[in-house]
C-alpha cells in the first residue's frame, strides 16, 4: 500500500536536519518497505516521504528508534486523501492556551479549586459534564464584567490564524467545537476566521452569573455528533475531516475523524489518538496534510 511518513519539528527550534531525514528513508528500507524520494515541506521544519509497504506500525517504530530523542513528531498515513475538506477544533488549550474556566476562576479568587476539576475532567478522571456543572457553581454571582476581564487573557497558540486561514483558502469548512462558552468561542471565532462555532451558553440574570448552564451541554457525545452533522450537510463522510483536540472530551470526535489529532494532548488522548503533535504548533495539521511552507496563509 502506499503511504507517507511526516516528520515535523518546532518552527522556532527548526529541529530537523538533513541526517535526520536520511535516518528516517533508511528505517524506511530497513522495515520491508520502499522509501521514496524525501519532499520538504518546509526547510529544517517538516518533511514528507512516501513509501511502498504493509506494516506502517513497524515502520513507525523503527524511524522512531531512528530519530532517537530529537523534538519530532511524526506520522504514518495513506498517502491519497490527505487534504481534508473540514476542520473542527476544540478551543481551549487548543486553539487557545487557556482554560477560559479557570481563567474565569483565578478573576474570582477561586483558582485552585476549580482548576483541579478541570485538570481530573480533561484527562478523563471525571465525567465531563457532571464537572462542568460543578465549576460553573461556584461561579454563581460574578458580574458579566468578569468575563470581559476573562476574555482579556484569551492567546492564540502559534498557527492557528494559519491553519484555518490555509483551509478556508483551499475550500474547507471551518467550525469552533468546544466544551467552554459562547462569550469566548465567538471571538476567537472571529479573530481566526472560523465559520462557525458552537459551545455551551453560561445562564445569566439581572447581570451576573446563576451558576447554571443553558442545557443541553456540549461535551464529547455532541462534539462527534457535530463532526457527523457538519459532514452529512456537506456531502462528506468523517474520513474527509480533520480534528483537532487535547482533552478527553475530544477523543469520540477525533477518533471519528480521517485525521484526528491530538495537539499536546493529555497523556489519555495521546494513548488513543492515532495521530499527534507534541512538540510542533498549530501548522503541523496543515503538513499533516501535505501543504507546503508557500501555500500557508498568514493573516
Given at each position: 500500500?502506499?503511504?507517507?511518513?511526516?516528520?515535523?519539528?518546532?518552527?522556532?527550534s527548526?529541529?530537523?536536519?538533513?541526517?535526520?531525514?536520511?535516518?528516517?528513508?533508511?528505517?524506511?528500507?530497513?522495515?520491508?518497505?520502499?522509501?521514496?524520494?524525501?519532499?520538504?515541506?518546509?526547510?529544517?521544519?517538516?518533511?514528507d516521504i512516501?513509501?511502498?509497504?504493509?506494516?506502517?506500525?513497524?515502520?513507525?517504530a523503527?524511524?522512531?528508534?531512528?530519530?532517537?530523542?530529537?523534538p519530532?513528531?511524526?506520522?504514518?498515513?495513506?498517502?491519497?486523501?490527505?487534504?481534508?475538506?473540514?476542520?473542527?477544533?476544540?478551543?481551549?488549550s487548543?486553539?487557545?492556551?487557556?482554560?477560559m474556566?479557570?481563567?474565569?476562576?483565578?478573576?474570582a479568587g477561586?483558582?485552585?479549586?476549580?482548576?483541579?476539576?478541570?485538570?481530573?475532567?480533561?484527562?478523563?478522571?471525571?465525567d465531563?459534564?457532571?464537572?462542568?456543572?460543578e465549576?460553573?457553581?461556584?461561579?454563581?454571582?460574578?458580574?458579566l464584567?468578569?468575563?470581559?476581564?476573562a476574555?482579556?487573557?484569551?492567546?492564540?497558540?502559534?498557527?492557528?490564524?494559519?491553519?484555518?486561514?490555509?483551509?478556508?483558502?483551499?475550500?474547507?469548512?471551518?467550525?469552533?467545537?468546544?466544551?467552554?462558552?459562547?462569550?469566548?468561542?465567538?471571538?476567537?471565532?472571529?479573530?481566526?476566521?472560523?465559520?462557525?462555532?458552537?459551545?455551551?451558553?453560561?445562564?445569566?440574570?439581572?447581570?451576573?452569573?446563576?451558576?447554571?448552564v443553558?442545557?443541553?451541554?456540549?461535551?464529547?457525545?455532541?462534539?462527534?455528533?457535530?463532526?457527523?452533522?457538519?459532514?452529512?450537510?456537506?456531502?462528506?463522510?468523517?474520513?474527509?475531516?480533520c480534528?483537532?483536540?487535547?482533552?478527553?472530551n475530544?477523543?469520540?470526535?477525533?477518533?471519528?475523524?480521517?485525521?484526528?489529532v491530538?495537539?499536546h494532548?493529555?497523556?489519555k488522548?495521546?494513548?488513543?489518538?492515532?495521530?499527534?503533535?507534541?512538540?510542533?504548533?498549530?501548522?503541523?495539521?496543515?503538513?499533516?496534510?501535505?501543504?507546503?511552507?508557500?501555500?500557508?496563509?498568514?493573516p
Amino acid at each position: 500500500m502506499h503511504y507517507v511518513l511526516t516528520v515535523i519539528g518546532d518552527s522556532h527550534s527548526r529541529p530537523l536536519s538533513a541526517a535526520l531525514v536520511d535516518a528516517a528513508r533508511r528505517a524506511i528500507d530497513n522495515s520491508h518497505s520502499t522509501a521514496g524520494a524525501a519532499d520538504w515541506l518546509a526547510e529544517d521544519i517538516a518533511c514528507d516521504i512516501e513509501f511502498e509497504g504493509s506494516e506502517p506500525t513497524i515502520t513507525h517504530a523503527l524511524v522512531r528508534e531512528a530519530l532517537g530523542p530529537s523534538p519530532l513528531d511524526l506520522a504514518i498515513q495513506p498517502a491519497a486523501g490527505r487534504r481534508k475538506k473540514l476542520l473542527l477544533a476544540d478551543m481551549e488549550s487548543t486553539i487557545i492556551r487557556e482554560e477560559m474556566l479557570d481563567e474565569l476562576a483565578e478573576v474570582a479568587g477561586i483558582h485552585e479549586e476549580v482548576a483541579e476539576i478541570t485538570a481530573l475532567a480533561m484527562a478523563g478522571e471525571l465525567d465531563f459534564e457532571a464537572a462542568l456543572r460543578e465549576r460553573v457553581g461556584l461561579l454563581k454571582g460574578m458580574p458579566l464584567t468578569a468575563l470581559e476581564d476573562a476574555a482579556e487573557r484569551m492567546t492564540l497558540n502559534p498557527g492557528a490564524r494559519a491553519l484555518v486561514a490555509t483551509m478556508r483558502a483551499h475550500g474547507a469548512y471551518c467550525a469552533l467545537v468546544s466544551g467552554g462558552f459562547t462569550c469566548f468561542t465567538s471571538l476567537v471565532r472571529e479573530v481566526c476566521g472560523f465559520d462557525e462555532d458552537r459551545a455551551n451558553r453560561l445562564e445569566v440574570t439581572d447581570g451576573a452569573l446563576t451558576g447554571e448552564v443553558t442545557p443541553p451541554v456540549l461535551g464529547r457525545a455532541a462534539k462527534l455528533q457535530t463532526l457527523q452533522e457538519l459532514s452529512a450537510a456537506r456531502g462528506l463522510v468523517p474520513n474527509d475531516a480533520c480534528a483537532v483536540g487535547d482533552g478527553a472530551n475530544d477523543l469520540d470526535m477525533l477518533g471519528a475523524a480521517g485525521l484526528g489529532v491530538a495537539f499536546h494532548g493529555k497523556p489519555k488522548v495521546r494513548a488513543a489518538a492515532h495521530y499527534r503533535i507534541d512538540h510542533g504548533d498549530l501548522t503541523g495539521l496543515l503538513f499533516l496534510q501535505g501543504y507546503h511552507a508557500d501555500e500557508i496563509r498568514e493573516p
